[in-house]
């Protein structure tokens, strides 16, 4: 396993863009040095049952960030999400930067690839990303060194991003008392992803942690930030003394339980393309697949 060299000095701005379709909380991580900032998790919206696209949450972080007279220098996906569209490309084309992910981004690709069928045309060794990282990896925002763990377990690809004092864990943590992501997709593994939550919850206990996800539990607002003291000890799936055994009965318990993610069959045919759509056919028109019986 990879050493980190966690520089809880350094503190970077993060604002949050909640975009409320999904759930999902997107963010710009500004350097309080310098102007160079990146966005993590952006979404593109969709309408599905009309098959239309927009860009109105990417297009309000793009007013921000020429707002504040910001350069972005990276865009990162903590995986590939199944539960909403990638804006990276879009707002790329607007303001720059590079898209990063984790490396096994390769073994979503090869799984997914065979699903939808996509045939030999679509490269599988993530060179549609201008960035692939390893456990370890570093990569500068102005001043800043950041940094990314290999934390799978909800997919092979998951990394979390620590960035000074603050840690964006994709979907391998929830707030305390939303508890964990679902581990059955494939390439999924509960016991995978109690080992990746253990990382995180090594990191310093004062590091802030930042959410991909917040449902608003039984009916409180919604949150995104919380610290790895909060979740070492109130965490309802891992907090506490919970063990490795217990977390994976719950979770294969839990997760034989849930439905599809409503928006999983768009979704991964996008962000395994970097947030591109499929290539148009012949008359330009673009289509997405269904796989029946299939997921």
Wanted: with cysteine.
């Amino acid at each position: 396993m990879a050493t980190y060299s966690v520089d809880m000095g350094a503190k970077p701005e993060v604002t949050a863009f909640f975009e409320e379709d999904s759930n999902t909380i997107s963010y710009v991580v500004k350097d309080p040095g310098s102007t160079a900032c990146a966005v993590v998790d952006s979404v593109m919206d969709i309408d599905y049952a009309a098959g239309r696209i927009s860009h109105e949450h990417a297009d309000e972080i793009i007013a921000y960030i020429r707002d504040k007279g910001l350069k972005l220098e990276w865009l990162i996906e903590t995986h590939v999400h199944a539960d909403h569209l990638s804006a990276a490309p879009y707002i790329q084309d607007k303001l720059g930067g590079k898209i990063a992910i984790g490396r096994n981004i390769t073994i979503v690709q090869d799984v997914f690839g065979k699903i939808f069928n996509e045939g030999t045309e679509f490269q599988r060794d993530g060179s549609q990303f201008d960035l692939l990282l390893d456990d370890g990896d570093s990569y500068r925002i102005g001043g800043m060194t950041a940094f990314a763990i290999s934390t799978p377990g909800h997919t092979p690809a998951c990394m979390t991003h620590v960035i000074g004092d603050a840690a964006f864990v994709g979907d391998t943590l929830f707030m305390p008392d939303g508890g964990s992501a679902r581990a059955d997709f494939p390439g999924g593994d509960a016991g995978t992803l109690y080992d990746s939550i253990q990382k995180v919850l090594a990191l310093p206990d004062d590091m802030r942690l930042f959410m991909c996800h917040d449902y608003g539990p039984n009916g409180r607002d919604i949150q995104w930030e919380t610290t790895v003291a909060a979740e070492k000890a109130h965490n309802i799936h891992v907090g506490g003394s919970k063990t490795r055994e217990e977390f994976i009965k719950f979770r294969t318990e839990r997760d034989a339980t849930l439905g599809m993610p409503r928006l999983i069959i768009p979704s991964l045919q996008v962000n395994m393309r970097a947030g591109d759509m499929p290539p148009a056919d012949k008359d330009g028109k673009t289509f997405l697949k269904v796989p029946v019986n299939t997921l």
